[in-house]
């Protein structure tokens, strides 16, 4: 009488181990994708941000968002969405090809967009991971 209750029980004892498994598995691997650095620049040289600014004059004609993404699994997108006071002046979609990824995007400044700025680092669920502010003088 016995026998019937092991053969039901060792089913359920393997499937109850599978699925254990898997859990472990997947936390192990699954880190949410973050910023590590993001930083406002002039220039970008060698995939690093040739300086970190605060503050620009307006006749600097450029400037560039510049971010180490972190935790991505496969190719993922996120954007850099850029912000003159409240008014979105750009969105720009980057795609992102690995757990640790540099990538940038730039915004031609004209003379007289004055005043502060920043740039949200969007994800790719549409949370705001991180923002860099910056000001342009006149």
């Not at 016995?2 to 498994?21: A, D, E, N, Q």
């Not at 560039?64 to 720009?92: K, L, N, P, Q, S």
């Not at 969007?122 to 000001?135: A, I, K, Q």
Request: proline letters at 4%; charged letters at 20%; hydrophobic letters at 40%.
């Amino acid at each position: 009488m016995r026998k019937p209750y092991v053969f039901l029980l060792t089913p359920s004892l393997v499937l109850l181990g599978m699925t254990f498994g898997q859990a472990r598995e997947t936390g192990v691997t699954n880190q949410p994708v973050a910023v590590a650095e993001a930083v406002i620049t002039t220039g970008v040289v060698d995939r690093q941000p040739s300086d970190n600014i605060t503050s620009v004059s307006a006749d600097v004609g450029q400037v560039f968002c510049w971010t180490r993404i972190t935790g991505a699994e496969g190719e993922i997108e996120v954007e850099h969405v850029w912000y003159r006071g409240d008014d979105e002046m750009a969105r720009i979609t980057l795609t992102i090809g690995a757990a640790n990824w540099r990538t940038w995007s730039s915004k031609n400044i004209v003379s007289d967009w004055t005043g502060d700025w920043r740039v949200d680092v969007v994800g790719p669920d549409g949370t705001v991971l991180d923002s860099v502010s910056f000001t342009v003088q006149g």
